[in-house]
Each structure stands twice: as structure tokens, then as C-alpha cells.
């Protein structure tokens, strides 16, 4: 094996950061946790101390004393707390074992927000006229004039909204944020936003304004039929502008009735989430957002009342324009209607460039998916999805909706005067603006397009909340499929400040009594504690915690996880089991169409066991937190629930109940098995998938297992199997079909191209692309080894026909990554491990080695694993085809013995009698001993 390393890498610490955020303007706490990376070329580099010093202005420098440790993520502001408003600077010197020291090439500047709810004096404004609150309404403009003197040095504008809103400054937004204040659980947290806006302001006189929509907050949400004001009956803007002068004094301009704030309404007729925007480019009133305009037709405001203690700082990024995309066709369909084709299907909006008289009305309807070539609306179920615009009339009007989103890959335009050209049009590209920290690529283009679609879907719904889809009328936080999709979150994204906002709203969603709703921010106030979904509160905060080490996060949510699992341990029946009540159960299973709630795998089945997994988190989680009592209080649960669960689910031969893929999946990943039973339950996992012709028959809870349960139990070819399988059920039927994103269903699309007829098929739901994380780990061969990568794990494992892949991800330590390529023989592995961690090394057929930080390659010889089980009677039907001379040579066989048996062996309705095996379709005839032995033959021959 020959190892070789090098590196030349300029020195220094980089990305010095406060929580989640590089740019840290706006925190919301007083001693924000720090963390770096360093960039050093010297291999094997590990951090042994590190130096902090802040600079709070006017000469004052703190400087912490140094620590003596390699701690170099999320370490404790070691300063006096931050005061809300006050800005400092960071620096960092770090030294190595070699007693070299590294230092930040640039300050980290730690700007606070307004940490106490005293620090408002600005009061929520609405307009001053009366709003029958069943009906919508137009968006609400409001407006101030104010003077700025000379001598300004900064100002900040605080802001939110009941609402959606976009702030203004003497015409431009304030910033490139949209869709603010996103969607928290508002009335126990809402969000507001902090902008430098000191380069908008002139001396003289200057123009605060915001435009406010319905939004989440009073628009129409919710599936069958959804609801109108879930928090409120008023939209309504609150703004809180301070501006800082040489001399030492501050000025306010904020909003209050008793200020002058003027409100009216203007191009914005209507804005709708789920249906759309319509806008009147005549009614919008001319230079309004300048100072000077004439307001005195337009109202007065009012105060709505809220309480300000919900007000709180943003923890991820906000929700941006991200990338705009061209049409890659403009055609029309058979029935004449003028058709878009952005050739991805994409979450955000269409913005439009068009010229034509005033009162012109152009319509934008949005759809992911065409049927029989025309748009195909139905899946959107009650969901409008459509944008109007009327036109002005005066020159090029270039205009895009602001209050609502769409999930789209067509759009049919209707109204356009003349010719649509392909730059009059574009799909703007919307999500909240997440650092990419992922990448996989291998040999194989069909893998290589699932990856990407799975990093669409993630762009999709992580807008503001991690949603279940973007484009009907749901676009809700839907717990259970965040819980299976989160490592992959993780890895392809820094997800950090995003989901523990989240989470945060999570807890605060939580009954006193521990239950939870399915979907955070709660709409439906039902709380059926399902399985799988609930299990969010153990499951997000561990991934994030694995994946960042973020022992704050497990603080936090503490209460949160046991409060969940108390309650399923309330429910628990005589049995030791939780094996009653109302289940989503593996939710999609492909082989239970029509029940959604997956009838494969009993749903109690899956209860258990997700409960026994989530009382291992929290036990764990205990130990880690010091709650000694609890770990041995939780500890004691999950080994009562998991033998409860061998006593009544598993055989002691290792056959697990419901005999499916997920509930072995299951066994396997969550500890559920003993040493030998495992190994009866991989192999009979294998079996399965093998049956099934080597097709995934999981839903949303078995689908991020079923590999990696493969591979543990020594079936690594049979996952590359499911992997690459490219029929229905599987993730490459979805991509062969034409696949941009990853869908709800395994066949939202059919094999004939029809959609789905299920009124429930969306084109975009991510928890199906859970797979990702398995090709991160397994595939590209790079996993964490310890909390937030401190140890890396490089172990690719490479099968099916893949010639090489490679993956990288920047964990909190800055960026790892391996590569393999198999090449004459050998297999050479690339890796690189970031500075301050080390990796544990496992190649194929090697014993485990430990290398330190730097830039590695090793070569091992390498012989696939055969696959090539010798073919038998007990083989798979699909593998037996795929050898043409062997099947020919079978079916001659086969006909000498009975000439009308041969018809059998292509016959559709084998799959009807499941018949998977030779043996299966032998044994339906009355002379099998016959059969069998005359085959017997050709294989003794082959
Ligand atoms: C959502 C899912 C969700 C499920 C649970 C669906 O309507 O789109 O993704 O998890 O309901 O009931």
C-alpha cells in the first residue's frame, strides 16, 4: 500500500464565526459561541491552544486569557456579554502542537441586535382602515418621510411585519432578503431582521417605507381547504430605524401611530402563498417610496397589538433570489396555449420584461409537470399557482411577484402582446440562501442527476422551513420527512442556524404534555403523536449534533426530546409496546398503493421500534449532558421496549415481523437484533430485495435505512443493486422519466408518462432523496467518526459498475473529501482531512489505519467483489434473463419436457404470484420434479 501526502495551502485562520453565522450582524444573544478553521500546510496539523481578543471600540481590548485545548467549534464567548446594538471585533490567534501560531487574516465583527424587548420602541402599525378580515386583500403600502442631519455614522434598520414584507429606503429595499420575516411559529416567535442601511441615507430628507402581503401569517394555509388568519386578522409592518451621529447622539424613526406614517395600497392586488400574486402596474402609485410624494389621500395607521417579547434574532440565513434560469423552450401546446419549459423543475418565481398597452393582462400559471402536453394543474390540488400581471402601459415593465412562490418547471403564459422572447422571461430561483457544503459525483450520469435532483428538492423546501413539497396546497413543515432527510441536510448544506430555528419552534409548538404536532409551524392543531414524525424531536437535534457537534443544540431541546418520548412511554400498552392508536406508519410504501400509510410493514411494528431508537437518542444524550438519573431512567426504557420488542416482533431465528424491507431495515439500524439474529435478518433483508427483482419497497421511514442495512449485514452488492435499478419502484425510474427533483411518490409518473391520478402526487418532496446520505458515506466513503467531524471516516465502498466517484463536504473543521477510482487492478483512494481532526482509514480488504490532517493517497489492489453468485434454480428471475444464452438454454429445457411450459417463463402474471425465482415458476406447473431436473442439467453444463 503506498501512501503519499502533500499540501501547499497559504497559513492562517479562516471563517471565523459567531453560532451559524459568518456575517454576524444581528445576533440574538449576549455570548454567542465562536468557531474557526485554519488553513495551514503543515500535514497532521492539530490545534493546542487558542487566544481571543475582542475589540469593543473607543481603544477598550478584552483579551481573553489563552486556553489550552484543540476545541476549536462553537467554543464559549469567553468576553463580558455583548449589550444589544453594541458591535465589536474578534481576533484569533491559534497555535498548533508545534507551537506555531496562526492568526485571523480578518476580524470577525459580532454586531448584537436588540436583545431585551424594552429595546423596541417601534409599535406593530396597520393601515387606519377598517378590513372585512374573510375576504383578501391588497397588499398594504406604508410610508415616512424624516430628516437625516450631517454627521451621520451608521444606521440600522430593525424590522418585521405580521406579514410578509420588504422594506424600503428613499426607493430601493433595504435589502436582497424576500419572503421576510419567513414563517416561525409567531406567536411565540417572530423573527426580525437587522440591515446596515448607512449607504442608503443622505443628508436631508430620506423615505422609510415597507410593503406588507398576507403571507403565511393572515393568507389562506393548510390543506382541504386550508384557513385564512391563523395568527391574526391584520398584516402590519413594524420598523425601528436608528441612526448613529458623530456628535454621540441618535435619532429614531420608528413605527407609531402618533409618527407620521401614512398607508394606502398599490400595485399589489392580491398575494396569495398558495394562489399567486396579481399586480396593477397602474394602480401603483408614482414615487412613493421617494421622499417629497404627496400622501394626503392616503390614511393614517393604527397599532395592532402583539406581544414584542416574540420578537427574535434571525439564527440562519434569510430567503433570497439564488440563481435565475432561461427558458430552454418556448413552444405551444397541442391545444394552442403558450408554454414555458425552464427545463428543472424549480421553486421561486417567474420575472417577465414585456411592453403593451396599459390594462393589458398578462397570466403566469405554474405547473412542475405537462400532461398530454398540456399544463398539468391537478396536482396542485386547490393551489392557484397563478401570477397576473396588469400592465402600466408606459415603455419596458420588468416585473416579478414579491408575496407568494410557486413550484414549477413550465409556465403558461397568457396575454403576452407579440412574440415571447426567451430573454422576456425567466424562473427566478428562490430558497433560503444556505453556504453548499456538499458535493457527489461519480461514473455513473443517472446517479450523478438523482444527486443533483436531490439537491433541487432541498433548494426547494428549505425556504424559510423545511417543507413537505412547494407547490400544492400544503408547503408545510412536515416533521416526518424532515426527520429522514436531515443527514442528508446536513452534508449538502450548513443547515445549522436554519434547523435550530426550527427546532426552537418545535419546542415551543410542544404540548406541556409532551405531544407534538406533525408539522412545525403547527396549522392543524391535531396532535395524533405518530411514529416517525414525532420522533423529529430526538432525531434533528442528534443528526445536527453528529454532524456539527453542537452539544448546545441537545441543551436546548432537551426538555423537548423527553417530553416526546415520556409521552409514547404514557402510551405504551400492557405489551411494553406502542402498538395502538392512529399511525402514518412508512408512509408511501410502494407496495401498498392507495395506502398511503404503507400497509407492508405494520405500523406498530414501526411505532416500536422508532421508539426504541429515540429512547437510545435520548439515553445518549443524557450521558452526554451529565443527567445521570435520566440516562439510567431511559436506559432502562430502551432495553424494556426492545426486549418487548423481540418478544413479540422477532423470531429468535432473526425473522422480523411484517417481513419487509423497512421493518428489517429497521431491526438492523435501530439495535433492535442480537448478534445472530442479525445475520439471519440481513440475509433474509437481501432475500427480500432480491424477490422484489431488486426493487426498493420501502416508504419514507425505511428508505434512508434499507442500504446501510444491506451493506452491515454483507450485502453490499445487493444495495449498489437497488441503487442502480432503473424499473419502478426505484430512485433511477424517477430520473429515466425525466426527473428534475425527487418526487413524493416512486411513480408519481407513471411508466407510461400519465401522472400519477392520485390527488396527493407532488414532483417535489425530498424525503426519498434520504438516499443521498448513503452515497455521501458509503459511496463517496466519507462519514463523521465523531461529533461535527472531528474524526472523518473514509471508507468507500465501491460496487455495481461505478469506475470512480468522489465526494466533499466542508465540515465545522473546513473541507474533507475522498476520491476513488478503480484502474488496472487497484483501487486509489484521494483524501483530504481538514486541519485539527484525523481520519480512520478502512480501505477494502486492509485492516483500519489512523492518518492525521492533509492531503493523502493510498492504492490497494482491487478485485470486484464477485458478484456472480453461480446461478441456480434459486436465482432471481432478473438475473437469469440477463444471461441470454443461459435463459435460452433453459427454456429449451424446459420445452423438451413440456412445450406449453415455456410460455410461462415471459408470462406477466408471474408477478401476480410473485413468483421471483426459477423455482416459483417451476413449482406452478404439476411435473416441477421434472422441470427442476431438466434444468438442473443446463446448469451443471453452464
Ligand atoms: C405530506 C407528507 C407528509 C404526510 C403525512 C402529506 O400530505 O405531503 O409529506 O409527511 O402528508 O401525513
Redesign the pocket.
Known amino acids: 500500500m503506498k501512501n503519499t501526502v502533500n499540501s501547499s495551502t497559504p497559513q492562517g485562520v479562516v471563517s471565523l464565526r459567531a453560532e451559524y453565522r459568518q456575517d454576524a450582524l444581528g445576533v440574538g444573544v449576549t455570548r454567542p459561541r465562536l468557531s474557526w478553521n485554519v488553513q495551514v500546510d503543515r500535514p497532521g496539523w492539530e490545534q493546542s491552544a487558542y487566544q481571543l481578543t475582542c475589540d469593543r471600540g473607543q481603544g477598550l481590548i478584552e483579551q481573553a486569557s489563552r486556553v489550552e485545548t484543540g476545541n476549536s467549534t462553537l467554543v464559549a464567548w469567553p468576553f463580558a456579554p455583548l449589550r444589544s446594538r453594541e458591535r465589536v471585533s474578534v481576533q484569533l490567534t491559534v497555535w498548533g502542537r508545534d507551537g506555531q501560531p496562526l492568526q485571523t487574516r480578518i476580524p470577525l465583527q459580532v454586531e448584537a441586535g436588540l436583545l431585551d424587548p424594552g429595546d423596541w420602541r417601534a409599535r406593530f402599525i396597520t393601515s387606519g382602515v377598517d378590513e372585512d378580515p374573510a375576504v383578501e386583500h391588497p397588499a398594504a403600502l406604508f410610508r415616512c418621510e424624516f430628516e437625516v442631519k450631517p454627521g451621520l455614522v451608521s444606521a440600522r434598520l430593525y424590522s418585521s411585519a405580521l406579514g410578509v414584507y420588504e422594506a424600503l429606503l428613499n426607493g430601493g429595499p433595504v435589502s436582497d432578503a424576500v419572503l421576510s420575516p419567513g414563517w416561525t411559529s409567531y406567536k411565540h416567535r417572530l423573527r426580525y431582521q437587522v440591515t446596515d442601511v448607512t449607504g442608503m441615507l443622505a443628508t436631508g430628507d430620506n423615505l422609510l417605507a415597507a410593503r406588507v402581503g398576507e403571507g403565511w401569517f393572515r393568507g389562506r394555509i393548510g ?1 382541504l381547504g386550508g384557513r385564512r388568519n391563523r395568527y391574526g386578522e391584520r398584516t402590519a409592518f413594524l420598523g425601528q430605524l436608528e441612526l448613529r451621529y458623530a456628535d454621540g447622539s441618535i435619532d429614531h424613526v420608528i413605527t407609531d401611530p402618533a409618527i407620521g406614517w401614512s398607508c394606502s395600497t398599490g400595485g399589489i392586488r392580491m398575494s396569495s402563498i398558495y394562489d399567486g400574486e396579481t399586480y396593477d402596474a397602474r394602480l401603483e402609485p408614482q414615487g412613493w417610496t421617494e421622499p417629497g410624494f404627496d400622501a394626503r389621500a392616503w390614511s393614517g395607521v393604527r397599532e395592532v397589538a402583539w406581544d414584542l417579547q416574540t420578537l427574535t434574532a434571525e439564527e440562519g440565513p434569510a430567503v433570497r433570489r439564488t440563481e435565475v434560469l432561461r427558458p430552454v423552450a418556448i413552444s405551444r401546446s397541442p391545444a394552442g396555449k403558450l408554454l414555458v419549459d425552464f427545463g428543472q423543475n424549480l421553486v421561486g418565481w417567474t420575472r417577465i420584461r414585456v411592453s403593451g398597452r396599459a390594462g393589458r393582462t398578462i397570466t403566469l400559471r405554474h405547473a412542475e409537470v405537462l400532461e398530454g402536453g398540456e399544463l398539468c394543474t391537478r396536482p396542485l390540488r386547490i393551489a392557484k399557482a397563478t401570477d397576473t400581471y396588469i400592465l402600466r402601459g408606459e415603455g419596458v415593465e420588468v416585473w416579478e411577484p414579491r408575496f407568494t412562490f410557486h413550484g414549477f418547471r413550465y409556465v403558461e403564459v397568457e396575454g403576452w402582446p407579440g412574440e415571447l422572447a426567451a430573454d422576456d422571461i425567466a424562473g427566478v430561483v428562490v430558497h433560503s440562501d444556505m453556504v453548499r457544503t456538499g458535493w457527489f459525483e461519480c461514473s455513473n450520469a443517472e446517479v450523478n442527476r438523482l444527486h443533483e435532483n436531490v439537491v433541487w428538492g432541498m433548494r426547494g423546501n428549505f425556504l424559510d422551513i423545511p417543507t ?2 412547494p407547490q400544492r396546497d ?1 408547503r ?1 413543515g ?1 416533521t ?2 424532515l426527520q429522514v432527510f436531515a443527514p442528508t441536510a446536513t452534508y449538502l448544506f450548513d443547515v445549522g442556524g436554519f434547523l435550530s430555528s426550527w427546532l426552537r419552534d418545535l419546542a415551543a409548538e410542544q404540548g406541556e404534555d409532551g405531544m407534538l404536532p ?1 408539522l412545525v409551524p403547527d396549522t392543524i392543531r391535531v396532535r395524533p403523536s405518530c411514529a416517525g ?1 414525532g420522533d423529529a424531536a430526538a432525531i434533528v437535534p442528534w443528526v445536527l449534533y453528529e454532524r456539527t457537534g453542537d452539544v448546545g443544540v441537545l441543551q436546548r431541546q432537551y426538555a423537548s426530546m423527553k417530553g416526546w418520548v415520556e409521552q409514547v412511554l404514557d402510551r405504551v400498552s400492557g405489551s411494553g409496546l406502542w402498538d395502538w392508536g392512529m399511525q ?1 406508519g412508512d ?1 408511501l410504501d410502494p407496495g401498498a398503493p392507495g395506502h ?1 400509510g404503507g400497509r407492508r410493514t405494520n405500523p406498530y411494528v414501526v411505532a416500536s421500534a422508532f421508539l426504541v431508537n429515540s429512547l437510545s437518542i435520548v439515553t445518549r444524550v443524557a450521558r452526554i449532558l451529565g443527567e445521570t438519573e435520566d440516562e439510567a431512567r431511559y436506559n432502562a426504557a430502551w432495553q424494556r421496549t426492545r426486549d418487548a420488542f423481540r418478544a413479540h416482533y422477532v423470531t429468535s431465528a432473526g425473522r422480523v415481523m411484517s417481513d419487509s424491507q423497512t421493518a428489517y431495515a429497521m431491526a438492523l439500524r435501530f439495535g433492535l437484533l442480537d448478534e445472530e439474529q442479525r445475520e439471519a435478518a440481513g440475509a433474509r433483508l437481501n432475500e427480500l430485495v432480491a424477490q422484489e427483482g431488486f426493487r426498493i419497497g420501502t416508504g ?1 421511514l425505511g428508505t434512508p435505512l434499507v442500504c446501510d442495512a444491506l451493506v452491515e449485514t454483507g450485502h453490499l452488492d445487493t444495495a449498489y443493486r437497488l441503487l442502480l435499478q432503473t424499473e419502478a419502484p426505484s430512485w433511477l425510474y424517477a430520473v429515466r422519466l425525466g426527473a428534475t427533483t425527487i418526487w ?1 411518490r416512486w411513480d408519481s409518473l407513471l411508466p407510461d408518462g400519465s401522472v400519477n391520478p392520485n390527488e ?1 402526487t ?1 414532483f417535489n ?1 425530498y ?1 426519498f432523496g434520504a438516499i443521498a446520505d448513503w452515497l455521501h458515506r458509503c459511496v463517496g466513503g466519507l462519514a463523521p467518526g465523531a461529533p461535527g467531524y472531528r474524526k472523518v471516516i473514509v471508507q468507500p465502498q465501491p460496487g455495481g459498475d461505478l469506475a470512480w466517484a468522489r465526494t466533499r463536504h466542508i465540515t465545522p473543521y473546513g473541507e474533507a473529501a475522498v476520491r476513488w477510482e478503480i484502474k488496472s487492478g487497484m483501487l486509489r483512494v484521494e483524501a483530504v482531512v481538514p486541519p485539527n481532526t484525523t481520519a480512520d482509514v478502512r480501505l477494502p480488504g486492509q485492516p483500519a489505519f489512523t492518518v492525521g490532517a492533509g492531503d493523502h493517497a493510498w492504492e490497494v489492489p482491487y478485485a470486484p467483489a464477485s458478484t456472480a453468485t453461480p446461478l441456480t434454480v434459486d436465482s432471481n428471475l432478473v438475473d437469469l434473463r440477463a444471461d441470454k444464452a443461459l435463459w435460452a438454454a433453459l427454456a429449451a429445457a424446459i420445452g423438451a419436457v413440456d412445450a406449453s411450459a415455456t410460455a410461462w417463463l415471459d408470462s406477466p402474471s408471474l408477478a401476480v404470484v410473485k413468483a421471483q425465482t426459477l423455482r416459483d415458476v417451476l413449482g406452478l406447473h404439476s411435473r416441477y420434479r421434472d422441470l427442476v431436473e431438466a434444468v438442473q442439467s443446463v446448469f451443471q453444463k453452464a
Do not use: N, R, T
Open positions: 390543506f413537505d413539497c400544503e408545510l412536515w416526518g420527512d406533525i414524525w402514518l408512509w398511503e419514507f413524493e396527493m407532488s418532496h424525503a
